[in-house]
């Protein structure tokens, strides 16, 4: 493969990756903290019918910022060339909480539950999202700085 256009290609899906985590975790955070107390001020019909409302616009861009995570981590963890020791633990407790994050995301944009305990599950997702994060941090300082 020609070296510039692999290079491109990684800078490329490095940041699809990190803008599909911004949409996921941004739009989850910002439904926990602005959307929710402003629908608890709502009459109850009207703040259902807003938040149904919500889950419908924000459900495509929800999945495929979930696909785009999903191809560009694949494609980050095939061409990633320095693995040290202990890289693989680290990436499978990573990967079961992205698991998490994933499934109640679409079982957030799906599934008619109560504002409550939609609250509660987004709380969830973002605790754990913050985990994701980290963990990437640490395998990226793994990967980058454990081989000097």
Known sequence: MDPIFSAVLSIVMRWTH????????????????????????LPAESG????????TRFRPWLRFAVFMLVVSGLYNLVTKANIPTGYHMWFGIKMLFALHIIVVSFLLS??????EKRNRMITGVVATGIIVVILSGYLRFLSNWMQL
């Not at 990190?18 to 001020?41: D, E, F, K, N, Q």
């Not at 259902?48 to 889950?55: E, G, K, V």
């Not at 799906?110 to 504002?115: I, L, W």
């Open 110 to 115: 799906r599934a008619s539950v109560t504002q």
């Open 48 to 55: 259902a019918q807003f938040a149904a409302s919500l889950n």
């Open 18 to 41: 990190v803008l599909s985590v911004i949409t996921v975790l941004g739009g989850l955070l910002y439904a926990r903290l602005a959307v929710a107390p402003a629908l608890a001020t």
